[in-house]
């Protein structure tokens, strides 16, 4: 099975793909206030559930979704809502794919794409234009992290900021968050054990071979055990809506 397969049945119950609850995204998208004729485009858009958010809230917005693997529910989902005229997918990387600037854009959960975290705010910048607004999201360590979260996460302990570290980056970059949320356990365990279960439910009632049954039977097992064993309530993760105020007062 290819990464994408497995990250495609994992998001099955939960495509949002962030450990964000539904109305919790539909609040921070209607913070968004792009005008008419707006294009937005949602750097490593996954299942593309932002994205299409956007366009259910501010019908005059089209917008554009760039992943290095789509899943083909992202377009699926959209076709349901009747967004299809609305949306364009494109399979690239995010990192080096450019189609001028944006009025709003969108990263949540994908910094992984462009490096660090810094390295995908300064992706936000570049797609943005003047005086934008973007919405972005990204791990965060809720405490000073333990050795048991560094080693089931296998990551040093600056590869997450804390949240004040999230926001000092934010305005480094020339932007003010208008509005915030971070993720609750509730949040978190709803996500993990969803995409667990859903890897899980897929295996033992879908597979039709021995050994992507046991693959994503591994995946989920080690997806669970590394939150179980010292992610839990040490990872977390903060969305923002950003504005960009380096482009100084309008006229």
């Not at 910094?111 to 607004?133: I, N, T």
């Not at 048991?148 to 996460?153: G, V």
Request: proline share 4%; aromatic share 8%.
């Amino acid at each position: 099975m290819q990464r994408s397969e497995i990250f495609d049945i994992a998001h099955r119950r939960h495509p949002i793909a962030a450990p964000v609850a539904p109305d919790r995204l539909r609040e921070l998208v209607a913070w968004l206030s792009p005008s008419g004729g707006a294009r937005a485009v949602d750097l490593g858009c996954g299942e593309g559930e932002w994205l299409q958010e956007l366009l259910l809230i501010h019908p005059g917005t089209t917008g554009v979704g760039i992943d290095r693997m789509l899943p083909a529910s992202a377009a699926r989902r959209a076709g349901e809502r009747k967004l299809s005229d609305r949306v364009r997918w494109i399979e690239t990387d995010a990192a080096t794919w450019n189609d001028g600037l944006f009025d709003v854009v969108l990263c949540v959960g994908a910094s992984h794409a462009f490096g660090r975290m810094e390295d995908m705010l300064g992706a936000v910048r570049q797609h943005l234009r003047p005086g934008g607004q973007a919405l972005i999201g990204d791990s965060i360590w809720e405490g000073s992290p333990s050795a048991s979260a560094l080693a089931a996460l296998e990551v040093s302990a600056d590869a997450y900021p804390d949240l004040a570290g999230l926001v000092r980056a934010i305005r480094e970059h020339g932007f003010e968050p208008s509005y915030g949320h971070v993720s609750t356990l509730e949040e978190w365990d709803d996500y993990q054990f969803s995409w667990t279960g859903s890897l899980v439910d897929w295996a033992v009632r879908e597979a039709s071979t021995t050994e992507d049954r046991n693959q994503a039977l591994a995946a989920a097992c080690e997806n669970r055990d590394a939150w179980l064993s010292g992610a839990r309530r040490e990872l977390g993760f903060a969305t923002f809506v950003l504005h960009d105020v380096a482009a100084g007062v309008r006229d």
